[in-house]
Structure formats: structure tokens, C-alpha cells
């Protein structure tokens, strides 16, 4: 059974050590990307850790996180376009719809030996419970419609459109070839 927690102080180490145990995930970015270039003062997977346990600390990092039991085995990165500003397809997303949205669903991430397993669902419904009781409003993710396609769960970052549509967002717009930008309200 699975639940999940806000990423915060007491839970950073839990975090932290997910993170370590692969690789700062995707070669040490540490769930930096989207925070944007910024964020970080220099692009060592070192200095990007720094830089998230101080977005953590400061509150401008938020995720929930998937436990198994007392292990962290996941999580779902959300937060204001303001802490997560940069997104893919930016271009194409900038061009489509000039309207932020509250809050933005920017990535997934799941563990060795957790893939395929429905952690990402697990994080998405922890990141929509979070967003709630941060006030809700206008929530974006940036899914990726493969449908049809045999993809390996761990380039899904973005979550799968399917995931983001049994949630019960809806589709908005085509910002990529299998990109787009959903969108839901919650109260």
C-alpha cells in the first residue's frame, strides 16, 4: 500500500536519498530542470542538490512524495509558474495560450525496481490532494499521448495523457508531436 507525503524538511532526506540511489536521476538534475537556469549557480549535479534543499527549505519546492511503507519510492513535482518556469515545448506552449495557469504539474519520477507499477498515478492523486489544500485553482501538466506506442515508463516524466484524463483533466491544446497541455480546476 502506498501513501504519500509533502516534499519538505522532514521529509528532504527521504527525498534526498531516492535521488541518490539513482544517479541524481537522469545524470543529476535532481528535479531542477523546470525551476529553470536560474535556479542553480552552476550546472554540477552538487550545486543543483544545494539549490533544491534551499527551494525546499524556503517552501519553493513542492512534490508529493510516494512512500512504500518508510521508503520515499517516488514523486510528482508540481508548484506556480513562477518556481517552475521553464517547461518543454516553451515555444510552441507560449504561442498557443499567453494565460498561466495556477499551478503546473511539471514531472514524475519513480524508483528502481517501481517502474510500471503505478507510482505516478499514486503521486499525481497526492499532487492534486497538495494543490487543494494550497487554495486549488487552474492546474497544468504537460502529458505525453502515447496511446497506441510501447514507451518505457521511465521516459514518461511528463506522465502519460491516460493517467491525467482518469484525474479528469482535459486536453487543451498540442504544444509537440505527443505533447500537450491539459488542464483541470479544482476548488
Known sequence: M?????????????????????????????????????????????AKRKAKQCLVREGRAHAALVYEGADCVGWCQFGSPAELPRIHNQRAYLATDPALPDWRITCFFSGKGHRGNGIAAVALAGAIEQIRQLGGGRVEAFPDDIEGQKTSPAFLFNGAMSMFERQGFERSRQIGKHKWVVTKTLD
Open 2 to 46: 502506498y501513501e504519500t507525503r509533502a516534499l519538505d524538511d522532514t521529509s528532504w532526506p527521504d527525498f534526498a536519498h531516492l535521488v541518490a540511489a539513482n544517479n541524481g536521476v537522469w545524470g543529476g538534475c535532481w528535479c531542477m530542470w523546470y525551476h529553470g537556469k536560474d535556479a542553480i549557480a552552476e550546472d554540477s549535479p552538487a
